[in-house]
């Protein structure tokens, strides 16, 4: 299949910020991205990079500054917000709760673009409000009422309502902001299965770097330089652009377990590890914390580390003595 | 999903109660009073049959029909402008009279009443019939939509609901300053003719002026129903209104003028009457635990009309001569109902 056929939401050269008495203040310029058909696009960027703004403009609530959003071909300014609604759906980060309102009810919101004057709900309306809640798990709190829904509930109830209003593009701002680890998990792992199942274009924006590099199909990385880098997440990563975007004093990217961490430029006791890979990551992890730095190289300070995953031991050099937990040996090592 | 249609019958089942509740509140409502008449009697006399006592008649038909027709109009009124103030601003303590819409009532019937002179006081206007009825309406209506239209040009500026019920109760306190000095520079008659209105009255309305205020109420409530769709969508807040296709700003218009179409009309026959336009919408929702406007609107309605029936009861003192001023009696059923609601549910502020 040709490249171009897949494409359904693009821009040229915009720039997207606001405009006040004082004049234009542009967030983001001269972004030429494309979405994807079937692809599940992270838009990634620190806090106030400008990610809402961005999805505001692209999604036709925010006008440009400068230069044009195409949806299907079409300049988006041109097409009725009626039309539109049947072509992009959002997720916003405003937290609703209308408490009278049952699951069902919320989700028949999105057929809201396809009933008549009074809303009556055909079969077919029906049928698909019932495929929008089967896709996302939430059959069963159908009569239940959005005030007794946890987070991760809520949030996929307000995904199905997107699938009711059967839209091929769909927006969703922060969708894992206040969703514990399995939420967050279960959420990305359902928004990625709808993007390729259901072959629609979704783009969500988050500052959750460890979850976007696991699950999109594609980045729209937030720059310094007011831009974009557009890519597979593992091309920005080996071409440095990702620890560019984030670049802190302080910080430093590992490239080895993919997150940040910071650096301190005090001198630090060198220490050398020996063991299993796993144990010796941990052990890693916590010596870093404690303010040590593990080196390949030979070291005066040596620990051994022997045992299993579930038992295991830590022997050090100059004393040796064996320790049952990570903890007791910083102790020593402190006394030291 | 078997639950979703159990839901609707349960629905319907209680539109039919609510229906029989009114009736039977609106024969009891005519036949108590100063005078007591057997309620056997009061519908006799509404089916066009003779009864034997015609002062009883005269009564009915001339006094007390009218101002029972009135109760439920205003009732079905000031709880329709409610239920669409809460939803907009999703709001709880969202109502015309909160929102400053009673207050322009006022504004527009004091300018009506002290400013034109002895030609326009209450008396005159009900001896000028149908032409005096519009006047007030009219003026009324547009001293609530002034307010209301000064209240949606902020909104625009503000996002926030709760600073935005704050503006609310500004404009409301500017807006009777504006009043009480109107009355410092007016005649002590048309003062006393302007107090005597704000205490509210249902029994003011005659028949031929009963007709003008019920086609206004009718089409406000049939116009509410219209927008029970877009009142829908707007439970999810406008941007998410916006994003599945409805016009925000034309949505906000048509609420905001149907709202003070249904308050200033009433406000201006009856008096500004308040707690009965926050009360009766919780009620509602809380009766149907259901957001939906399609079931609220007529609920709303129906409701609205027994509590105005009640507190006329109540205000008539039966087996008395004495009439208590409307607007007391709402105040004093409305305020309990509220606060019963709130410790009862715990949950008023989720309902948005």
Redesign the interface.
Known sequence: MMKETRTILSTTNLTVGYKDKKGEKPVLTNLNLSLEKGKLTCLLGTNGAGKSTLMRTIGGIQKPLKGEVFMQAKPIRSIDAKSLSKQLSLVLTDRISPGNLTVYALVSLGRFPYTSWLGTLSQEDKDIIFMAMEATGILEFANKHIGELSDGERQKVMIARTLAQNTEVIFLDEPTAHLDLPNRMEIFHLLRELAVKGDKAILLTTHELDMALANADHLWLINQNQSIDSGLPEDLVLNGLLEEAFQRDQLQFDYELGTFKRTSTQSKTKVRLEGDVILKRWTKSALERAGYEVTPDASDLEIKISGTLKTPLWHLNYNDTTYKTIQELLIQLNNQ | ?N??TQ?KRLRAKSLILLGLMLIVLFLLDIGLGSVRIPVSEVVKTLLGQQIDNSGWQGIILKIRLPRAVTAILAGAALSLGGLQMQTLFRNPLAGPSVLGITAGASLGVAAVMLAAGTVTTTFSIRELGVDGSWLIIIASTLGAALVLMLILGISFKIRDNVVMLIVGLMVANITIAVVSIWQFFSNPEQIQEYILWTFGSLGGVTNEQLGALAIIVVTGVILTF?L??TL??L???E??A??????VKWARVAIIATTSILAGAITGFCGPIGFVGIAVPHLS?SFL????H?TLVPTCALVGGILMLVCDIISQVPGSQTVLPVNAITALIGSPIVIWIIVKRK?LK???
Do not use: V
């Open positions: 999903m639950a979703i839901g219209f029970s769709k829908n969508a439970l999810l807040g941007d998410y916006q994003s599945m296709g409805l016009n929702r635990n259901t957001s939906d399609r949950n989720a309902s948005f």
